[in-house]
């Protein structure tokens, strides 16, 4: 079974406008730390943030913010007035504590165009 | 402070010929990752090591790959010989050994097997 789900393969939003990136996962873990990744045109993979599953506290910085609800299994990204430098594929991930938070599962990717 | 280098971050060859793959670890990193990303597969894990030890190869598809960390600053992706359904994208990533900690990832190898 998939333990993340990014149901948005692809979305498209004209500039300034909010977009959220939806994603789903699934564990059986008491203790466990979710992940966003940017991957710009040019390929390289971004670290966005990490939370740890004891900590449900949501996250803004600058025009990013974060949604984690344990209670939907959800952890979603929002970007506020987006910019055409915003364009990229954003991957959600996961790791579990009982496989010493090593493996990584990443969801599928929700390519983002930021139309100008 | 230097992030996780990868190298050659492009690497076109013939099928059959051998290709390495190199990366050095973030200084301090004691965990280091090889993950391969595909249209079809998106991103896996390949292999990990900690403290230049592998621990988990499961992910590795076949024995024409192997891996090794001579050291805690390079460790190099192998692959012979090497076919056209190998052609990804292959990263490296670490990080400390702090429960949960993020990884940090090179820029990747964009691997093509003609």
């Known amino acids: 079974a998939q333990k993340v789900t990014q149901a948005q393969t692809e979305i498209s939003v004209v500039e300034k406008e909010d977009v959220t990136l939806d994603c789903v996962y699934e564990?059986?873990?008491?203790?466990?730390?979710l992940f966003w990744y940017k991957q710009p045109p040019s390929g390289e993979l971004v670290f966005l943030i990490r939370?740890?599953?004891?900590?449900?506290q949501n996250e803004i910085s600058g025009r990013y913010s974060w949604n984690f609800q344990k209670s939907t299994s959800s952890f979603n990204f929002t970007i506020t007035a987006s910019q055409v430098v915003d364009s990229a594929v954003y991957f959600c991930?996961?790791?579990?504590?009982?496989?010493?938070?090593?493996?990584?599962?990443f969801g599928t990717g929700t390519r983002l165009t930021v139309i100008p | 402070d230097a992030g996780v280098i990868q190298s050659p971050r492009h690497e076109v060859t013939e099928m059959g010929q051998e290709v390495t793959l190199r990366c050095k670890p973030i200084?301090?990193?004691?965990?280091l990752f090889w993950y391969r990303q595909t249209m079809m597969r998106g991103l896996e894990l390949l292999i990990y090591?900690?403290?230049?030890?592998?621990?988990?190869d499961s992910g590795m598809p076949e024995d024409r790959f192997s891996a090794k960390m001579p050291n805690a600053s390079f460790s190099t992706l192998k692959i012979q010989p090497s076919e056209p359904r190998d052609s990804a994208v292959y990263f490296c990533?670490?990080?400390?050994?702090?429960?949960?900690?993020?990884?940090?990832f090179g820029a990747g190898t964009r691997l093509s097997v003609l």
């Open positions: 990533a670490s990080r400390i050994s702090s429960g949960g900690a993020n990884q940090y």
């Open positions: 564990t059986r873990d008491t203790t466990y730390y």
């Open positions: 939370r740890n599953s004891f900590d449900e």
């Open positions: 991930a996961l790791s579990e504590e009982q496989t010493g938070a090593n493996n990584l599962f």
């Open positions: 200084s301090g990193h004691d965990y």
């Open positions: 090591f900690n403290n230049n030890v592998p621990i988990d």
